[in-house]
């Protein structure tokens, strides 16, 4: 199969695979299970994420990336060699070129281990582009013109926060709270209050079932399993949506801080036209109800949720891989 360029959403929770002329071929997460005793992968993605939760002592099933960085070196450069193999073979004749998005926070050193990793997978030449742009791209802003635009992206490590203009960041803000960070809010509330143990994935599940940004008019209920911390034994509990509102107020606070350090540092001229056109919303984390409407009613700015949210980044690879002179000013970090 000769595959000459890919993009690659390299997410806390997913990763995502765009290669040109095919479209989207890749939706797994970003988990990998390592043998503790041999040191040796045994499983990545959809596979791995079966056994979060679940392993023996001989196993550890684990995500690699954390707040949107390399956490652990050696086992990410593993998974994106099963990503990449997965899409090109494990026989090539020619080695592609990797197009993949960092977050805006991210460290000159974490940019360049994102690079060497995908290099050592067996990518021909890496580059990396700024989550946000890539966000505002897969939407469908036209951030080449001489108008302000902002992007909130919401994923599973980080939220990103960009002004763009003239295909330029502006202003940018990188917080490192997400969809991860919801999940783990949720089981500390329902620990602290029900005394019951929760693992992540059940976590993820409430929210979104019943997860909510603002409090609901109908509360919505759903039943739980875990584990009693006073008894040891296994327990099954009621939760409504509102007390899952209450348990995602600190974490919810931390975005909209981070949305208003952004608006205080744009220009007039931009903030603006931020005014008339919104306020772009997209990520995973985009995901939980009414969080559009709680920007907006926050912030005093409209607030829209792009079609989907999960797949723009990627989305936004894809674009930028076909027109690679035009995105050129955003891409950073050849090799």
Known sequence: MLTRKIGIDLGTANTLIYVLGKGIVVNEPSVVAVSVMENKVLAVGDKAKEMLGRTPDTIEAYRPLKDGAIADYRVTEAMLKYFINKVTGRIRLIRPDVLISVPAGITSTEQRAVV?????????????????????????????????????????????IAIISLGGVVAVNSARVGGDKFDRAISDYIKRKYSLAIGETTSEQIKKNIGSALALVKDEYMDIKGRDLTGGLPKTIKISSNEITEALQDELREVINAIKKVLQETPPELAADIMDKGMVLSGGGALLKNLDKLITKTIGVPCYVVDDPLLCVVKGTGKALKNLDLYKRAISNQK
């Not at 030449?125 to 635009?149: F, M, R, S, T, W």
């Open 116 to 160: 060497d990793a995908a290099i050592k997978a067996g990518a021909k030449n890496a580059y990396v582009i700024k989550e946000p742009v890539l966000a505002a791209i897969g939407a469908g802003i036209p951030i080449h013109d001489a108008q302000g635009n902002m992007i909130i992206n919401i994923g599973g490590g980080t939220s990103e």
